[in-house]
């Protein structure tokens, strides 16, 4: 299968740290990435593993664990802007797999 | 630079009915997808597009049709709208297929159809 699962729901407050992890049941697959979704708006990319490791990009991060079968993201210094849902996707090829999302509530 | 541009962005149809939804990109992209997005399910991959002049199924493309008309435009048909396709529905293009390692979907706005 390719079934990737995700937590439905995180709270935080903001200016705290929240890991949204991602955990899959596939393999073969090029790489992880990240997509952030407003209320109505479109997803957008965040970040791209194609190794295991860490990928830093501003106050985000991605990790990436081919032998755990898992991954996250990280979100430090929280604002209220992100509050948002949060999609990990795996690619075979060009084929994007996306999981089933997890909305961020940011909370003041 | 306007990316990915889909229309329209709002459509009522009634059951039987057919309907085009248009995208195109101006990034030169090679590979082209269409979305759904559903509410607590994701977004599923109907069809996609490697190059001009392929498709491909993705894991839902029963009761849609797509074109790829020439590099720019992916266009995605329902023939005989039914209410199971009420969604969202989303365009995208990527770099795959070129030399870049970029492996990143830039999306359109969405369109959201609602089929009575």
């Known amino acids: 299968g390719q079934s990737l699962e995700q937590p439905s729901e995180v709270t935080a407050v903001e200016g705290a740290i929240v890991q949204i992890n991602c955990t899959y049941q596939?393999?073969?697959?090029?790489?992880l990435s990240w997509y952030q979704q407003h209320d109505g708006g479109a997803p957008t990319f965040l970040s791209y593993?194609?190794?295991?490791g860490l990928e830093e990009t501003g106050r985000f991060s991605s990790f990436l664990s081919r032998s755990d079968s898992y991954g996250y993201l990280l979100l430090q210094e929280l604002q209220m802007k992100d509050s948002a849902s949060y999609f990990c996707a795996v690619n075979y090829g060009q084929n994007f797999v996306f999981g089933p999302g997890t909305r961020l509530s940011v909370l003041p | 630079n306007a990316g990915v541009t889909q229309t329209p962005k709002f459509q009522v149809l009634k059951t039987g009915q057919s309907m085009t939804l248009q995208c195109a990109q101006d990034?030169?992209?090679?590979?082209m997808y269409w979305y759904r997005q559903d509410p607590g399910m994701g977004l599923r991959l109907i069809y996609y597009?490697?190059?001009?002049?392929?498709?491909d199924k993705g894991e839902v493309p029963n009761g849609y049709n797509v074109s790829r008309l020439n590099k720019r435009e992916f266009s995605l048909r329902l023939e005989s709208a039914a209410p199971s396709q009420t969604s969202v529905y989303f365009c995208?293009?990527?770099?795959?297929?070129?030399?870049?390692?970029?492996?990143?979907?830039?999306f359109g706005s969405g369109t959201q159809l609602s089929v009575l």
């Open positions: 990034m030169n992209h090679n590979s």
């Open positions: 597009s490697a190059s001009e002049g392929t498709t």
């Open positions: 593993n194609a190794l295991d």
């Open positions: 995208a293009s990527s770099e795959w297929g070129t030399a870049s390692t970029n492996e990143k979907l830039f």
């Open positions: 596939t393999s073969g697959f090029y790489g």
